[in-house]
């Protein structure tokens, strides 16, 4: 019989990998936000970044696929940035679609006392990650409700609906490191549902840019992200253009509100205390916040 380890998703437990290691930074200014990664790693990858030095684990990330750690910094930074900005804006509600070991309704607990939270995943990624909840610590104790869902196979929209999310309350959709891993039409009917909840809801998702996705890998750290895609079997489907960004949300009857590619991360997250930029990150990965008006 598999275990629950084993019927989670490869990319999750490497995001988490990733996490861990960038709070472990010794500048504040560029240093990783989720202090709550290491929870969720397996006992070797634990072991791993518990007992090794920071700088030699960095360079090791930084050899094998660089920009992943830059970008790791970046995405966790700035989806921990708009969530803040649209709990304050009154969202109601939180759906992080494909949550992986998302820690965000832990960490930010008390800014989420009013607002409910909704993970939605594969089922076997979120069996591990109920199981390790159970055997951390009382800090990972809020209350999320929990949907087991593949977008392939199943509408999340009636999961979500059936386990108390109301379509008529202002949402935040996360949707991060996710949306290049699923096919076209079933990205599309993710935009199409939160278009069909109430005015002022939105989501914020990373995307690839379609090159990257029809095979040019010559931009940083494409090589190698693309032969550990193939080595890990989860393949990039989807990508879109970034001059049809806003184009394709508004097929999708979403507006987009902000679209910000590697050299806006570089500058908005990647500056050091003494004012140098601490690395680079990705080349082929963009974050968009689109919203319903
Ligand atoms: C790279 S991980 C990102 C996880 C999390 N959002 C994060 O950033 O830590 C990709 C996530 O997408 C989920 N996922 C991928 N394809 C999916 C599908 N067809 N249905 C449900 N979840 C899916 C995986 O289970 C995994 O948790």
């Known amino acids: 019989m598999s275990t629950s380890k084993e019927l989670s998703i490869q ?9 861990a290691i960038a709070v472990k930074e010794k500048d504040p200014a560029v240093r990783g936000s989720d202090y709550l990664a290491r929870h969720f790693l397996t006992p070797k990858y634990s072991l791993f970044v518990g007992l090794l030095p920071h700088r030699f684990l960095k360079s090791f990330v930084h050899f094998r696929a660089p920009g992943s750690y830059c970008f790791m910094i970046t995405r966790t930074r700035h989806f921990d940035r708009v969530l803040l900005e649209e709990i304050e804006a009154g969202a109601k509600q939180v759906v992080v679609l494909g949550a992986g070991y998302d820690t965000r ?3 930010f607990a008390a800014q989420l006392q009013n607002t409910a939270v909704f993970e939605v995943d594969f089922p076997g990624t979120q069996l591990y990650k109920k199981e390790r909840i159970r055997e951390t610590d009382s800090r990972l104790s809020s209350p999320v409700t929990y949907i087991p869902v593949d977008f392939n196979e199943q509408s999340f929209d009636k999961a979500l609906i059936r386990n108390g999310f109301s379509p008529r309350l202002k ?3 996360l949707w991060e490191g996710v949306s290049y ?3 076209q039409p079933v990205v599309e009917q993710v935009l199409q549902f939160v278009s069909s909840c109430a005015p002022g809801s939105s989501i914020l998702f990373d995307y690839c840019i379609k090159s ?5 890998h010559s931009t940083y750290g494409g090589r ?3 032969s550990w895609l193939k080595k890990i079997k989860e393949p990039f489907l989807f990508g879109i253009d970034p001059d049809e960004t806003a184009g394709f949300l508004h097929n999708c009857h979403l507006e987009l509100v902000s679209d910000h590619g590697p050299e806006d991360f570089e500058r908005m997250y990647l500056k050091t205390s003494k004012g ?3 690395g680079k990150t990705f080349g082929h990965i ?5 919203r319903k008006v």
């Open 181 to 183: 891993y699923l096919p």
């Open 212 to 216: 990257f996705v029809n095979g040019d």
């Open 11 to 19: 990319s999750a437990h490497t995001v988490s990998v990733l996490r």
């Open 286 to 290: 963009r974050m968009a916040h689109a």
């Open 105 to 107: 309704a832990f960490r």
């Open 224 to 226: 190698q992200l693309a």
């Open 171 to 173: 949402t935040l959709f």
């Open 276 to 278: 140098g930029l601490y």
